[in-house]
C-alpha cells in the first residue's frame, strides 16, 4: 500500500536535511572513518538546497521536477546503503548509514503515484 504523496514527501525533506546535518555531531560519527562524518553533512546541505528548488508545496523556487527529487532520493538512499561496504564505516557509523538508507528507499518505494509524476 502506498501512501507518502508529494504533500507527505514535502514536509519530511526539511526536518530529514536538518538532521542529516546535526545527527553526526550528536552521535560522534566519524569514529571509523571521518567521510562518516563529512557524507552525512554534505548530503543534508545538497538535500536541503533540493528541497528548496523542489517543485512541491513547500519548495520556494520550484525548478526542479518532483520525479527527479524522487530519483536523487533512490539514488542517495542506494549510496547510504553502500557506504559502510565502500568506506568500511564500523558500529555506529554503519548502523547510521543503514538505518538511514533503508529509511529513504522505504519512503520511496512508498511514493503515492500522481498522474503527472512517475519514477521510470
Excluded: C
Amino acid at each position: 500500500m502506498k501512501f507518502i504523496t508529494k504533500k507527505i514527501h514535502a514536509y519530511l525533506d526539511y526536518p530529514v536535511a536538518i538532521a542529516l546535518m546535526i545527527l553526526p555531531l550528536i552521535l560522534d560519527l566519524g569514529s571509523s572513518n571521518v567521510i562518516a562524518y563529512q557524507l552525512s553533512v554534505v548530503t543534508g546541505v545538497a538535500a536541503f538546497i533540493l528541497t528548496l528548488l523542489t517543485d512541491h508545496q513547500l519548495g520556494l523556487y520550484r525548478v526542479v521536477p518532483y520525479k527527479y527529487h524522487l530519483i536523487v532520493d533512490f539514488t542517495v538512499g542506494l549510496i547510504f546503503v553502500l557506504a559502510p561496504f565502500i568506506f568500511s564505516f564500523k558500529g555506529i557509523d554503519a548502523t547510521y548509514y543503514w538505518v538511514n538508507g533503508i529509511a529513504v528507499l522505504t519512503v520511496v518505494s512508498l511514493h503515492k503515484p500522481e498522474n503527472e509524476v512517475r519514477l521510470f
